[in-house]
C-alpha cells in the first residue's frame, strides 16, 4: 500500500506468460514473494561466499575464476582448489575476492574456502559457462514440449550442470543472488524453473554444445516472461545511449533517496507526497473526515470507473481522487461487528467516520476492511475512499453484490449515487515515486536484480531469446540491444563475450495484405545488432513458429541452432550454422535478382517458393513469383513492371519456404530503406 514503505526488492514466482506487460497483470498472478532486506541490513546478511559457489559448479575454462564473498573488514580468506592456495582479506567494504586458476579442463575438483567459517564444495567441473536470459520463450521449460516426458526421462548429462536464478526486481543494482548448482537429470530438469521446469531452448543448446565439444557446459539461466530490453539493461548505459529513459532513471533514483531518508528520518516518501500534492490528504486527510461538507462535490453512480462518469476533471487515467458516501444506520446496527466489502482500481485508503479502517494496493484484490468497535453510530455514517488511479480507468468497480457494508449478519448495500471529487491529477513534474515491486518491466530492475548479482562469475558467452515486448518500439531496439549487451560486457569485465540472439519465431496468421509489418522491425533490429557488436551471432526462428501460440514448443530445433552458431563462431567448428542471407540485388528487366551468403544449396522447403513481395517507386507492395536460379533467387510481378524493392519474410507470420542445403531457414531482409511503422515510437 502506498502508506508503508515499498521494499527495496521483491522475488516473485510467476507463471510463464508472455503478455505479462501489464504490472496489474503481474499482481495478479504473483503466486509468492520474497522481501529482501535493504540498506545496511541486507548487507549484514550477505553471503560468507557468493551463492554463484555451491557443490556441482562450472568453472569457466582458459581463465582466472573470480571467486567471492563477504566477511568482517580485513578478514583473511583462503581458497584452495587442486593444490592451489589463494589468500586475500575483506576490504573496507567487506567484500572478498580471489582468482583461481586457470584450470585444466574436467575435474570433478574440490574447492575449499577457509576465513571465519570453513566451507568445502564438491564435484566442480572446468568447461563453459553459458548465460541464458530473455523473456518468456527463454524462460519457457522443458514441462511444456509436446513430449516433455521422453525428453525429460532421458535428461541424465553428469557433465551438463544448471542454475536457476530466482525472479528479482530491485531498484538498485544488487551484490548477491540466490541458486544451487545441479547435475543435469530428469529431476533436476522438471523442477529447477520457474515455467515447467528448466528453460527447454537453454538445455537443448547446452545438451548438444556438451555432446558435440565433449567439455562440461555450465547453464546460468535468468529470465522473466513478458519482459522488455530496457529491464534488462544497466541504468548507466541507459542513460547514457537512449535520453527517452532518463525520466524513469531519475524516478529509480528518486526511489532510492526516498527509501534512505525514511531510514535515516523517519520519513514514509508516499505519505509526503500525498501531504505535498494532495489537498484531500493535506496533514491530517481532511477530505476524510466525518463532518466535512461536500455537498460541492460531482456526483457519479457506483460500482463504475470515474473516468466514465462524463466529469471532464476525472477524464485523467493518472490521478488522485477521492469517494465519499453516507449510510445511515440504526442503533442496534452500529452496535455489531462491522467489515467495509468492495474493489477499487488501483489502490486505496478508507476511512470511516474519519477511523483509518485500511488500505491497500492492486487493482484486483477484493477490500475486507473490518471496521473498529465504537466507529459506527446511529444515523449517518461516512465512508471515504483515496483512491490512487496509476493507469487505465479508475474507482470502485466490478460486481454490484460485492459493494455492500456488512453489519453482523445483514448487508447494507452501497451501491448508487456516491459523491468524487479530484485531488490531484499525477503528471510528471509531481510524479509519484516509483512503485517497481510488482512490475519487471521498469527500465533496469532485471539488470540490478538478476544479472549484476552474477558478476564477475567467469563465463563463455550468453544466449538470448527476447524482443516480443519491444516489437512496438522496433526501431528503438537497433540501439537499445546493443546498448543493453554492451552494458553486460563492461559489466563482466571479460571483453566482448559471445552474445548469441535468436531472432523471433513466428507467430499470428499469415497477413492478407502484404506490406509494412512491426515483428518484421523487430528482427531487423535483432540482425543489425550482429553487424554493429563484436562477437554477436544470431540464428533466426522464423520458420519454426506457431500461429496460435507465441510459444512455439520446439525448443530443440532453437537450442540447436544457437549451438551451430556458437561451433561455427565462437568453437571455430567447420559447420554451416546460417540460412541464406541477402547480399545484394539487381534489376534485370522486370524482375530482380537477389543474390545470398550462405546460399550452397539453395532450395525450397515443402513446395513452390514463397514469403517475397515487391514494389514500385510507388511503395505499393505486392505478392511476387519468386524462382532460384542458382545461388540466386530472381523476383517479379506482373503488376510491378519496374520493381525497385523486394522484401522476404516480412510479417509476424510468413509462410516463406527458402532455405540452403543444411535446410537452415534464410533470414527475413529487405532491399529497401523506408520508413518503418515503429520509427520515432
Known amino acids: 500500500m502506498?502508506?508503508?514503505?515499498?521494499?527495496?526488492?521483491?522475488?516473485?514466482?510467476?507463471?510463464?506468460?508472455?503478455?505479462?506487460?501489464?504490472?496489474?497483470?503481474?499482481?495478479?498472478?504473483?503466486?509468492?514473494?520474497?522481501?529482501?532486506?535493504?540498506?545496511?541490513?541486507?548487507?549484514?546478511?550477505?553471503?560468507?561466499?557468493?551463492?554463484?559457489?555451491?557443490?556441482?559448479?562450472?568453472?569457466?575454462?582458459?581463465?582466472?575464476?573470480?571467486?567471492?564473498?563477504?566477511?568482517?573488514?580485513?578478514?583473511?580468506?583462503?581458497?584452495?582448489?587442486?593444490?592451489?592456495?589463494?589468500?586475500?582479506?575483506?576490504?573496507s567494504d567487506g567484500k572478498w575476492q580471489v582468482k583461481v586458476g586457470p584450470l585444466p579442463v574436467g575435474g570433478p575438483y574440490t574447492m575449499t574456502v577457509t576465513g571465519p567459517q570453513t566451507i568445502k564444495f564438491d564435484n566442480i567441473l572446468v568447461g563453459d559457462v553459458w548465460i541464458c536470459s530473455?523473456?518468456?520463450?527463454?524462460?519457457?521449460?522443458?514441462?511444456?514440449?509436446?513430449?516433455?516426458?521422453?525428453?525429460?526421462?532421458?535428461?541424465?548429462?553428469?557433465?551438463?550442470?544448471?542454475?536457476?536464478v530466482p525472479k528479482m526486481i530491485s531498484a538498485e543494482a544488487l551484490s548477491s543472488t540466490s541458486g544451487n548448482w545441479q547435475e543435469c537429470t530428469p529431476t533436476a530438469l522438471r523442477k529447477d524453473g520457474?515455467?515447467?521446469?528448466?528453460?527447454?531452448?537453454?538445455?537443448?543448446?547446452?545438451?548438444?554444445?556438451?555432446?558435440?565439444?565433449?567439455?562440461?557446459?555450465?547453464?546460468i539461466h535468468t529470465s522473466w516472461g513478458?519482459?522488455?530490453?530496457?529491464?534488462?539493461?544497466?541504468?548507466?548505459e541507459l542513460g547514457d545511449h537512449l535520453p527517452e529513459f532518463q525520466t524513469y532513471l531519475a524516478q529509480l533514483a528518486t526511489l532510492r533517496e526516498s527509501r534512505k531518508h525514511k531510514t535515516e528520518n523517519g520519513i514514509d516518501p508516499f505519505a509526503e507526497w500525498y501531504q505535498k500534492n494532495d489537498p484531500g490528504t493535506g496533514t491530517s486527510a481532511a477530505w476524510a473526515a466525518a463532518d466535512l461538507n461536500d455537498s460541492s462535490w460531482k456526483s457519479l453512480n457506483l460500482p463504475g470507473f470515474v473516468q466514465d462518469s462524463g466529469i471532464p476533471e476525472l477524464k485523467n487515467p493518472e490521478s488522485v481522487f477521492w469517494l465519499r458516501r453516507t449510510v445511515e444506520l440504526t442503533a442496534d446496527q452500529a452496535a455489531q461487528a462491522a467489515t467495509l466489502n468492495f474493489v477499487a482500481d488501483?489502490?486505496?485508503?478508507?476511512?470511516?467516520?474519519?477511523?483509518?479502517?485500511?488500505?491497500?494496493?492492486?487493482?484486483?484484490?477484493?477490500?475486507?476492511?473490518?471496521?473498529?468497535?465504537?466507529?459506527?453510530?446511529?444515523?449517518s455514517n461516512s465512508i471515504s475512499v483515496r483512491v490512487t488511479d496509476t493507469s487505465a480507468p479508475g474507482g470502485i468497480y466490478g460486481d454490484p453484490n460485492g459493494l455492500f457494508l456488512q453489519v453482523g449478519g445483514e448487508k447494507v448495500s452501497l451501491v448508487g449515487s456516491w459523491k468524487v471529487k479530484l485531488g490531484v491529477a499525477i503528471s510528471a513534474k509531481n510524479a509519484l515515486p516509483a512503485t517497481i515491486q510488482q512490475n519487471p518491466n521498469f527500465p533496469s530492475v532485471l539488470y540490478n536484480g538478476m544479472i549484476q548479482p552474477l558478476v564477475p562469475y567467469g563465463v563463455k558467452g550468453a544466449i538470448w531469446y527476447q524482443g516480443e515486448s519491444n516489437a512496438g518500439k522496433a526501431f528503438q531496439y537497433?540501439?537499445?540491444?546493443?546498448?543493453?549487451?554492451?552494458?553486460?560486457?563492461?559489466?563482466?569485465?571479460?571483453?566482448?563475450?559471445?552474445?548469441?540472439?535468436?531472432?523471433?519465431?513466428?507467430?499470428?496468421?499469415?497477413?492478407t495484405i502484404p506490406g509494412d509489418d512491426a515483428w518484421a522491425e523487430l528482427r531487423e533490429a535483432q540482425f543489425l545488432t550482429t553487424k554493429k557488436?563484436?562477437?554477436?551471432?544470431?540464428?533466426?526462428?522464423?520458420?519454426?513458429?506457431?500461429?496460435?501460440?507465441?510459444?512455439?514448443?520446439?525448443?530443440?530445433?532453437?537450442?540447436?541452432?544457437?549451438?551451430?552458431?556458437?561451433?561455427?563462431?565462437?568453437?571455430?567448428?567447420?559447420?554451416?550454422?546460417?540460412g541464406p542471407v541477402y547480399k545484394s540485388m539487381r534489376v534485370e528487366g522486370g524482375a530482380v535478382r537477389i543474390s545470398f551468403e550462405h546460399a550452397k544449396g539453395l532450395q525450397s522447403v515443402g513446395g513452390n517458393l514463397k514469403g517475397f513481395i515487391i514494389a514500385g517507386a510507388d511503395h505499393k507492395w505486392t505478392w511476387a513469383d519468386a524462382k532460384i536460379d542458382g545461388n540466386s533467387v530472381i523476383v517479379s510481378a506482373a503488376s510491378v513492371p519496374n520493381p525497385v524493392a523486394v522484401r522476404y519474410s516480412w510479417a509476424s507470420f510468413s509462410d516463406s519456404n527458402l532455405a540452403n542445403g543444411e535446410r537452415l531457414p534464410a533470414f527475413p531482409f529487405r532491399t529497401d530503406d523506408w520508413k518503418g511503422i515503429t520509427g520515432g515510437k
Open 2 to 91: 502506498f502508506d508503508s514503505l515499498i521494499p527495496e526488492s521483491i522475488s516473485f514466482k510467476l507463471s510463464g506468460d508472455m503478455f505479462n506487460r501489464n504490472p496489474r497483470v503481474v499482481s495478479a498472478l504473483m503466486l509468492t514473494a520474497t522481501v529482501s532486506m535493504a540498506g545496511r541490513a541486507q548487507q549484514d546478511l550477505r553471503p560468507f561466499i557468493s551463492p554463484m559457489f555451491t557443490s556441482n559448479m562450472v568453472l569457466q575454462r582458459g581463465m582466472k575464476d573470480p571467486v567471492w564473498g563477504w566477511a568482517a573488514p580485513g578478514t583473511a580468506v583462503t581458497v584452495s582448489i587442486n593444490g592451489q592456495d589463494t589468500s586475500t582479506t575483506a576490504g
Open 134 to 164: 530473455g523473456q518468456s520463450n527463454m524462460e519457457m521449460g522443458v514441462g511444456n514440449l509436446k513430449d516433455p516426458d521422453a525428453t525429460i526421462s532421458a535428461a541424465n548429462y553428469p557433465t551438463l550442470r544448471l542454475y536457476a
Open 194 to 219: 520457474d515455467w515447467g521446469g528448466f528453460s527447454a531452448a537453454a538445455y537443448f543448446f547446452g545438451k548438444k554444445l556438451n555432446e558435440d565439444l565433449k567439455v562440461p557446459i555450465g547453464l
Open 226 to 236: 513478458g519482459t522488455p530490453a530496457e529491464a534488462w539493461t544497466s541504468e548507466k
Open 346 to 379: 488501483d489502490n486505496d485508503t478508507t476511512w470511516v467516520n474519519g477511523v483509518k479502517v485500511g488500505a491497500t494496493e492492486g487493482w484486483n484484490t477484493p477490500r475486507q476492511y473490518k471496521i473498529p468497535s465504537g466507529t459506527l453510530h446511529s444515523g
Open 478 to 511: 537497433r540501439t537499445l540491444l546493443p546498448t543493453m549487451i554492451e552494458s553486460w560486457h563492461k559489466s563482466w569485465g571479460q571483453g566482448s563475450f559471445p552474445f548469441l540472439i535468436v531472432q523471433l519465431a513466428g507467430f499470428g496468421h499469415p497477413a
Open 533 to 578: 557488436v563484436k562477437n554477436a551471432g544470431i540464428m533466426t526462428a522464423v520458420d519454426i513458429g506457431e500461429e496460435n501460440d507465441i510459444h512455439p514448443k520446439n525448443k530443440m530445433e532453437v537450442g540447436r541452432r544457437l549451438a551451430l552458431v556458437a561451433e561455427a563462431s565462437d568453437y571455430h567448428m567447420k559447420v554451416e550454422s546460417s
